[in-house]
C-alpha cells in the first residue's frame, strides 16, 4: 500500500500547537516507507483484520484501499490518498502463508494455529506485538533447524526458501547486485577450484546438476566471464542466461602451476593429458597466440572463440627462458636435433628473415619442383640440408610416406638392389653424402657387417689413410659403438 499525505496547512499548524495529539502518521512519509503497524496496535487486534489472504485462500493478502479511507476520511483522520496494493514485493522468496501451514501441519500437528501467531515470525524477540517487519531470518532458521549465518548455509538449503535467480522475475539488476557474498567466497583457492567442487552435484543432471546456493544468486552470464568451455559444462548450462545478472568482472585467475620453472616446455606433455583441464580458460584462438604452423592435438580439442564463450586466457607471445643472446649464435645444432620444438612457435618465414632476407616473403625455400632433383643436389653438397633440415626425421619420416625404404635385409628386396653391386661401392657414397644414408639407416644398420663386437662380417669401417689414434683422443665414444670396451691401441 502506498501513502501519500495531503493535510491542509491550517490543519498542520493546529496540530502542532495542539502538542501534535492528532498528528498523522503519514504526514511526513513518502511512499516508499512501510505502513507504520505500531500506530495501529489498538485498532487492529488481529492482523488478518486487514491480511485476510494469509489464512483464506482466494482472498487478497493486502488491505482494502477503502477500508482505510473509512477512518482517513478527513473528519474522523485526516484524508490519505491511497493506491491498492495488487503485487507482492520484488523477491526470490518461494514462500506463501497458505503452503507453509499447510506443511507444517502435516509435519507436526501441533502448528496448527502458527499462522494466527504473526509475532512468532515478523518481530524480533522482545519487541511489541505491531513492530512487525519482513520475516526474521533468524526466526525462519531456527524453526526448519539449520544452523549457521544465512548465507553459508549447506549448499541445498537455499531451495528450501528461494527460487532459482533466473525464475525471480520480479527482482531488478540493483536487487541482484546487493545480494550478500557468502565467507566461502573469499577463502583461498576458491576461484581457481573450489567454486567448481562447491558447485558441482555428483550424479545430478539438467537444472539439478548445480547447487542451489550458486542457483540462487547467480546466472550463466558470471561462469561466461571466465569459463571457456561453459557450453560444453553440464554444471555450468544448468544455469541459464539472465542480463539482469552480472558478469564476472575481476582478473581470470592463474593457476600456480603456471609460474612453477619448466612449466613453459611441460606444458605441452600435460595438456594432452586426458585429466587437463586447458579447455576451462583457453581457446584455440588464445593458444595459436604462440604456437604457430598446424596447431598440435591438444590445442586442436580446444574449443574455437565465437558467441557464448568467454574471450579466454589472453597471452602474451616470449621467447623462453633458454633463448638468450648466446643461444642466438649457437641455436642451429639445437634446431637440429630437434626440430618440433622449434615448429612449435617458428615457421619457415622466421628463420628466413635473418637466413635468406631476400626470399623471407617467399612460401618456399626452394625453387619450384626442387623435390625431384633434391636427391643429386644433396649428393653433390650443393648446399649443406643439415642447415634446415635434421636428416634422421625430416628425410626419413618423407621417404618413408612415399614407399622408399628397405623392406628386406642388404640383397633382399632393398631400396638399392635397383643397382647391382651397389653394396661394393656404398661405403664411398656413405663418405660423400653420409647424410642420405642417415635418411634410413641408423647406426645399427652398418654395425650389422662393421663392427669388431658381437657378430657381423667384421669389415673395417675405416677408409683409407685412417687415423685411429687422433680419432680416439678426439671422441673415444664413436669407436666404442664397433669395438666396445676393448678398443684396440695401434701403438702395441
Not at 649457437?330 to 635468406?356: D, I, L, S, V
Not at 622408399?404 to 656413405?430: E, K
Amino acid at each position: 500500500m502506498k501513502l501519500t499525505g495531503k493535510l491542509a496547512p491550517a490543519l498542520v499548524a493546529g496540530v502542532l500547537i495542539a502538542g501534535a495529539v492528532l498528528a498523522s502518521p503519514y504526514a511526513a512519509r513518502t511512499s516508499d516507507e512501510r505502513f507504520p503497524h505500531e500506530k495501529h496496535a489498538r485498532l487492529f487486534p488481529l492482523c488478518t483484520s486487514c491480511h485476510a489472504g494469509v489464512l483464506e485462500a482466494g482472498q487478497p493478502i493486502w488491505p482494502d484501499a477503502t477500508a482505510c479511507q473509512a477512518c482517513h476520511n478527513g473528519t474522523v483522520k485526516p484524508a490519505l490518498a491511497i493506491e491498492q496494493r495488487t503485487t507482492a514485493g520484488r523477491s526470490n522468496l518461494r514462500f506463501t502463508h497458505i503452503d507453509h501451514q499447510r506443511a507444517a501441519t502435516r509435519k507436526n500437528p501441533a502448528d496448527s494455529a502458527m499462522m494466527r501467531n504473526c509475532v512468532g515470525c515478523h518481530t524480533r524477540s522482545g519487541e511489541q506485538r505491531m513492530a512487525v517487519r519482513h520475516a526474521v531470518v533468524r526466526r525462519c532458521l531456527d524453526c526448519h533447524g539449520l544452523q549457521g549465518s544465512h548465507v553459508d548455509l549447506p549448499r541445498q538449503e537455499c531451495a528450501t526458501c528461494h527460487f532459482r535467480l533466473t525464475d525471480a522475475r520480479t527482482l531488478t539488476r540493483a536487487d541482484i547486485a546487493r545480494f550478500p557474498r557468502p565467507k566461502s567466497h573469499d577463502a583461498p583457492g576458491f576461484q581457481l577450484g573450489g567454486h567448481g567442487k562447491e558447485a558441482r552435484i555428483a550424479g545430478g543432471s539438467g537444472p539439478a546438476a548445480i547447487a542451489a546456493s550458486c542457483a540462487t544468486c547467480h546466472a550463466r552470464n558470471l561462469c561466461l566471464g571466465c569459463h571457456v568451455n561453459a557450453a560444453e559444462s553440464p554444471v555450468i548450462r544448468a544455469l541459464a542466461v539472465d542480463d539482469r545478472a552480472p558478469m564476472f568482472a575481476g582478473n581470470q585467475p592463474v593457476p600456480p602451476s603456471h609460474s612453477e620453472p619448466g612449466f613453459l616446455r611441460a606444458h605441452g606433455r600435460l595438456a594432452e593429458r586426458s585429466t587437463a583441464t586447458c579447455s576451462t580458460c583457453h581457446t584455440q584462438e588464445s593458444c595459436m597466440t604462440c604456437h604457430a604452423g598446424g596447431p598440435p592435438r591438444a590445442i586442436a580439442v580446444l574449443p574455437a572463440a565465437g558467441p557464448g564463450r568467454a574471450a579466454g586466457a589472453r597471452l602474451q607471445r616470449k621467447p623462453p627462458p633458454s633463448h638468450t643472446a648466446e643461444f642466438r649464435e649457437g641455436h642451429g645444432p639445437e634446431a637440429n636435433r630437434r626440430p618440433r620444438t622449434c615448429e612449435a612457435c617458428h615457421t619457415r618465414p622466421t628463420c628466413m628473415q635473418c637466413h635468406r632476407t631476400e626470399l623471407a616473403t617467399e612460401s618456399h625455400y626452394h625453387p619450384r619442383n626442387f623435390v625431384t632433383r633434391h636427391p643429386s643436389s644433396a649428393y653433390s653438397r650443393e648446399a649443406n640440408c643439415s642447415d634446415c633440415h635434421n636428416p634422421a626425421q625430416f628425410c626419413q619420416s618423407c621417404h618413408q610416406q612415399s614407399g622408399l625404404v628397405a623392406t628386406a635385409r642388404l640383397g633382399r628386396m632393398g631400396y638399392h638392389d635397383a643397382f647391382r653391386g651397389f653394396s661394393l661401392g656404398h661405403g664411398q657414397a656413405a663418405r660423400q653424402s653420409l647424410e642420405s644414408c642417415a635418411s634410413c639407416h641408423a647406426e645399427r644398420d652398418c654395425t650389422a657387417c662393421h663392427s669388431a663386437t658381437g657378430g657381423g662380417f667384421r669389415f673395417s669401417p675405416h677408409g683409407p689413410g685412417f687415423n685411429a689414434e687422433r680419432t680416439r683422443s678426439k671422441n673415444p665414444s664413436v669407436c666404442v659403438a664397433c669395438h666396445g670396451t676393448a678398443i684396440p691401441d695401434r701403438r702395441q
